[in-house]
């Protein structure tokens, strides 16, 4: 009998998941996105949503939230209900703040539903043109015989560019300086002005001073090449096996979203990402179309916060 109670339970939250999903979406849905307006999460978020927004005949308003390193507009979608009227758009950040605070409001894992990967950012290792190396394997043999000596500058401690080298440096067995700044544009202006000699930073931030020679691009950070820089090998072949930093830009809902609603904001997504000026778009911002199922995003995001628990650890660095 507790079996067929059971049986009668679990169908009767399927039709009911599967009803709202029919009716979805019935009034706007809200778009958090825990950065200030014009980062690439802002940029991806508002370029896909635009398009889901008009596949599905409803406004999906986007609610910029920035604040601690985007903790605090990803606490709000934590305690939103789990109704599918609030949506998440945030980078693999989310999976290093859960190492790099002491202590968040939220777990970054059992709190959120994954609903679908929208692009990756891709990081290219760009040094000035001072130091004298031309490819990977020249970097990693100069930083062999001068240990410590390159300085790299990053966006600040545990931000991608300083897990990107500490990547490399493991991998390799090389040791480099690091010098964070406050952000990606200190970062990229410290390499311009040779303050630092070297960094992983994002193609966006860097392919207007590659494309002049004031940059030298040795190899991008993704398993492979980027659109925006197509004769630049990837670290993996240019003498890394194996090494791979693709962080992304994705969508999540609320922890309990019926599985329905997740599917059907997943299809639009994706669809969404085929559209050639949605690539265009996003290719003009050096963002690479990611597509996925939610169970694909699930599986990225639970070995990512594995590996990015590592990188931290490794670096030790920390965010009271």
Do not use: C
């Amino acid at each position: 009998m507790n079996i067929r109670y059971g049986l009668a339970a679990a169908a009767s939250v399927f039709v009911a998941g599967l009803a709202a999903a029919q009716s979805y979406p019935a009034k706007p849905v809200r778009v958090v996105i825990p950065w200030p307006p014009g980062g690439g999460n802002d940029i991806a978020g508002r370029i896909v949503m635009a398009k889901v927004s008009e596949a599905m005949g409803q406004q999906f308003p986007i609610d910029n939230r920035g604040g601690a390193g985007g903790t605090i507009g990803t606490d709000v979608v934590a305690k939103a209900p789990a109704d599918g009227y609030t949506l998440l758009v945030q980078s693999s950040t989310h999976v290093g703040n859960a190492h790099l605070y002491k202590k968040l409001p939220y777990d970054a894992l059992a709190d959120f539903a994954p609903v679908g990967l929208l692009t990756v950012q891709t990081a290219v290792l760009t040094v000035h043109p001072s130091l004298p190396v031309k490819s990977v394997r020249e970097f990693i043999a100069l930083a062999r015989v001068r240990p410590g000596e390159i300085l790299y500058s990053t966006a600040g401690n545990g931000s991608i560019p300083h897990l990107g080298m500490a990547l490399l440096g493991t991998m390799t067995g090389t040791q480099y300086t690091h010098v964070p700044y406050k952000g990606g544009g200190p970062q990229v202006i410290a390499l311009v002005a040779g303050e630092s000699q070297a960094s992983l930073a994002t193609v966006a931030s860097v392919l207007p001073h590659i494309r002049s020679g004031r940059l030298r691009a040795l190899g991008v950070s993704l398993a492979r090449r980027s659109a925006s820089l197509p004769d630049v090998p990837t670290i993996a072949e240019a003498g890394v096996p194996g090494y791979d930093m693709s962080p992304w830009i994705a969508t999540f809902a609320p922890a309990g979203t019926p599985r329905a609603i997740i599917e059907r904001l997943n299809n639009e997504i994706n669809r969404a990402l085929k559209l050639p000026e949605v690539a265009q778009n996003l290719s003009a911002q050096a963002l690479d179309p990611w597509q996925s199922t939610p169970e694909e995003f699930g599986a990225r995001l639970k070995a990512d916060y594995e590996k990015y628990a590592q990188l931290i650890k490794l670096t030790g660095a920390r965010i009271e």
